[in-house]
């Protein structure tokens, strides 16, 4: 059996991964937490790969930049790429058969996923995004993972989540709110809405979308872990 490696941007990502593995029959993978940073995300692909892992992953949320891609909708991408153009392809057949699996119970899209060293954080920034590199979808950790696996020559999947959607831009108290180590501070989001309680709509339908991509990462963890069906 290949023992996986798996990379999460934020620890509510990771979260999700360690209930699910318990009481697993088989062995659970290795998950880190790259807390939204490039350079995280490669060290830990790279520790994890030192440590015996056979495959790495790349788990959690990302921005659509395809408005046809509602909050919820499941990425499982053919390929990862940056602004510059470079790309990786997701291992094919690993893939497909996450996708067969995943396709009765979220809608499922296999769009190019961009990653970038800043969020995304308005509509027009995405569509600026979308148009510079044809990708339907963006985070900022898959392609170190990707870079990694592919120096390494071991396979690699990304598994996505839409949390806001292509026309939803970020509002600054959940920008604000990140913090070093990938954990949410809800105190960052309150004082920022006591000094801008405006934003406090978009924040709501920001949390309603969140819930939405929660459920599906859940759901295809439930299904696919520990080893996502790679064999």
């Avoid at 360690?18 to 088989?26: D, P, Q, T, W, Y």
């Avoid at 900022?140 to 839409?162: C, D, T, Y």
């Amino acid at each position: 059996m290949t023992r996986i490696g798996i990379v999460t941007g934020l620890k509510f990502e990771a979260a999700i991964l360690k209930r699910v593995c318990r009481g697993a029959r088989v062995e659970a993978p290795i998950i880190r937490c790259a807390a939204g940073r490039a350079d995280t995300a490669e060290r830990a692909a790279l520790d994890m790969l030192d440590d015996g892992v056979g495959a790495l992953v790349s788990f959690g949320i990302a921005g659509a930049l395809d408005p046809s891609l509602a909050a919820g909708t499941l990425l499982l991408p053919e390929r990862i790429t940056t602004t510059d153009g470079t790309t990786h392809p997701t291992d094919h057949d690993w893939c497909g058969r996450l996708m067969s699996a995943q396709a009765s119970h979220a809608p499922v899209s296999t769009a190019m996923l961009v990653s970038v060293a800043e969020p995304a954080a308005s509509a027009a920034a995405k569509r600026t995004l979308a148009e510079a590199t044809g990708a339907g979808a963006v985070d900022m950790e898959s392609w170190s993972v990707a870079n990694i696996a592919s120096s390494r020559n071991v396979p690699f999947l990304a598994v996505r989540a839409v949390a806001d959607e292509a026309e939803q831009g970020l509002p600054r108290a959940a920008l604000v709110a990140m913090q070093p180590d990938g954990s949410i501070s809800i105190g960052r989001i309150l004082a920022a809405l006591l000094r801008a309680p405006w934003q406090t709509g978009a924040l709501v339908r920001l949390g309603q979308n969140n819930k939405r991509a929660k459920i599906t990462l859940a759901r295809v963890a439930q299904r696919g872990l520990p080893r996502f069906e790679f064999d």
